[in-house]
């Protein structure tokens, strides 16, 4: 398994997860520090753990996993509010390493925002967008995550799925790059993807 998630990794995660909307969460677990493990109950199917390793990535298990006895502040936070939620919906920020979980909860709308990128967090939003608590604060030049901010994602990345053949070939047009790297970078593939492009097209990953 690879460390971290593309954004066509978490594109196709969440159109596998959708037979979890209208589940519910049953409960909340903490084993490590950046690990929160969801318990779900789809419904007329067995239950699933969601696994969450922040800013990396997230995946489904059945395994059955020893869990700490004495649930850990955020679990316990994340148990208050999201036990018995219902899952209204599971969906991609962007075409950004970032997963929503929507929840009806009996406190009102919560969100759940999972970002797999490098630095990235787990975050309880309330129904107007407002950060409950975050895994981890944390504050740079472009936002701050802390309880009582807005939540705001990363700047938006392009969708290569949408990208324009007149957008795509100004991106290689301005880039300074060789080809796999603009690919990777500007392009939003990232570098397994923009790699086997190339291959397949019998291109030079290298040329500028």
Same mark, same amino acid.
């Given at each position: 398994?690879?460390?971290?998630?593309?954004?066509?990794?978490?594109?196709?995660?969440?159109?596998?997860?959708?037979?979890?909307?209208?589940?519910?969460?049953?409960?909340?677990?903490?084993?490590?520090?950046?690990?929160?493990?969801?318990?779900?109950?789809?419904?007329?199917?067995?239950?699933?753990?969601?696994?969450?390793?922040?800013?990396?990535?997230?995946?489904?298990?059945?395994?059955?996993?020893?869990?700490?006895?004495?649930?850990?502040?955020?679990?316990?936070?994340?148990?208050?509010? =999201?036990?018995?939620?219902?899952?209204?919906?599971?969906?991609?920020?962007?075409?950004?390493?970032?997963?929503?979980?929507?929840?009806?909860?009996?406190?009102?709308?919560?969100?759940?925002?999972?970002?797999?990128?490098?630095?990235?967090?787990?975050?309880? =939003?309330?129904?107007?967008?407002?950060?409950?608590?975050?895994?981890?604060?944390?504050?740079?030049?472009?936002?701050?995550?802390?309880?009582?901010?807005?939540?705001?994602?990363?700047?938006?990345?392009?969708?290569?799925?949408?990208?324009?053949?007149?957008?795509?070939?100004?991106?290689?047009?301005?880039?300074?790059?060789?080809?796999?790297?603009?690919?990777?970078?500007?392009?939003?593939?990232?570098?397994?993807?923009?790699?086997? =492009?190339?291959?397949?097209?019998?291109?030079?990953?290298?040329?500028?």
């Amino acid at each position: 398994m690879r460390e971290q998630m593309s954004s066509f990794d978490i594109h196709r995660m969440v159109d596998e997860l959708q037979f979890l909307v209208n589940g519910r969460c049953k409960k909340t677990y903490q084993p490590h520090h950046e690990q929160i493990v969801l318990r779900l109950k789809p419904k007329e199917l067995p239950q699933k753990d969601l696994v969450i390793i922040r800013g990396q990535r997230l995946y489904l298990s059945s395994r059955d996993r020893p869990m700490p006895h004495q649930p850990a502040p955020f679990a316990m936070l994340l148990r208050k509010h =999201l036990t018995n939620a219902r899952i209204e919906e599971i969906s991609q920020i962007g075409f950004d390493r970032i997963v929503k979980f929507v929840f009806d909860a009996k406190m009102g709308r919560r969100e759940l925002i999972i970002e797999c990128f490098r630095n990235g967090n787990l975050i309880l =939003l309330d129904e107007k967008g407002v950060i409950i608590k975050p895994l981890t604060h944390s504050k740079t030049s472009e936002r701050i995550i802390e309880k009582g901010m807005k939540y705001q994602p990363p700047s938006a990345t392009i969708n290569p799925i949408t990208l324009t053949i007149d957008d795509f070939i100004k991106i290689l047009e301005k880039s300074d790059s060789d080809l796999v790297k603009t690919l990777a970078t500007q392009v939003n593939l990232g570098g397994q993807h923009a790699e086997l =492009l190339c291959k397949n097209a019998k291109i030079d990953s290298h040329k500028s």
